[in-house]
T-cell receptor, first 114, second 114 residues
Framework: AQSVTQLDSQVPVFEEAPVELRCNYSSSVSVYLFWYVQYPNQGLQLLLKYLSGSTLVKGINGFEAEFNKSQTSFHLRKPSVHISDTAEYFCAVSDSGGYNKLIFGAGTRLAVHP | DTAVSQTPKYLVTQMGNDKSIKCEQNLGHDTMYWYKQDSKKFLKIMFSYNNKELIINETVPNRFSPKSPDKAHLNLHINSLELGDSAVYFC?????????????FGDGTRLSIL
């Protein structure tokens, strides 16, 4: 069975500062990895995904993530955040042989302050 | 031209009642899902349908019954509502059941049980 751990429940940061949101996963099979963002009172929106190939993946809104197989991590980064990045961020995995069943982490609340 | 739309957006009702939530997607996707997000923002899959057939059925009380009249619609009926059913319910869809396929989410239905 897969599981996802998001190490920080909340991350406060000042505007224009860099940020890293941490995600670790465990699985006995190959997985695909995703980051989703949820703005207040909205559904989830895909930020980026790792399927195979280059371990550094770029997504929307200037976010990127790096897949590290040896550390079973998929941390999300942005070099300079904006107030509008304030939201809940979810890391998720699906195993390569399943029915696209997403297992989510508990989420990280990113709060960007002026 | 909302991709995944859910109705109603808010649902307030009393314990013991029966209610339904409707979901429609206009993306031409084959696969649809229901997720439950609890008060701590934790997201868990409940059901998945592919071309009107049930393919994922997590450990959910049998008071919850999904129905898919066609591949563009997936409704959720809940009998004898309990306080613990209070949550936000999200509908999602993907191109097919492939685990690399990103899921597209609706804006959620916030269910409150009095």
């Amino acid at each position: 069975a897969q599981s996802v751990t998001q190490l920080d429940s909340q991350v406060p940061v000042f505007e224009e500062a860099p940020v890293e949101l941490r995600c670790n996963y465990s699985s006995s099979v190959s997985v695909y990895l995703f980051w989703y963002v949820q703005y207040p009172n909205q559904g989830l929106q895909l930020l980026l995904k790792y399927l195979s190939g280059s371990t550094l993946v770029k997504g929307i809104n200037g976010f990127e993530a790096e897949f590290n197989k040896s550390q079973t991590s998929f941390h999300l980064r942005k070099p300079s955040v904006h107030i509008s990045d304030t939201a809940e961020y979810f890391c998720a995995v699906s195993d390569s042989g399943g029915y696209n069943k997403l297992i989510f982490g508990a989420g990280t609340r990113l709060a960007v302050h002026p | 031209d909302t991709a995944v739309s859910q109705t109603p957006k808010y649902l307030v009702t009393q314990m013991g009642n029966d209610k339904s939530i409707k979901c429609e997607q206009n993306l031409g996707h084959d696969t649809m899902y229901w997720y439950k997000q609890d008060s701590k923002k934790f997201l868990k899959i409940m059901f998945s349908y592919n071309n009107k057939e049930l393919i994922i059925n997590e450990t959910v009380p049998n008071r919850f019954s999904p129905k898919s009249p066609d591949k563009a619609h997936l409704n959720l009926h809940i009998n004898s509502l309990e306080l613990g059913d209070s949550a936000v319910y999200f509908c999602a869809s993907s191109q097919n059941t492939g685990s690399s396929q990103p899921q597209h989410f609706g804006d959620g239905t916030r269910l409150s049980i009095l």
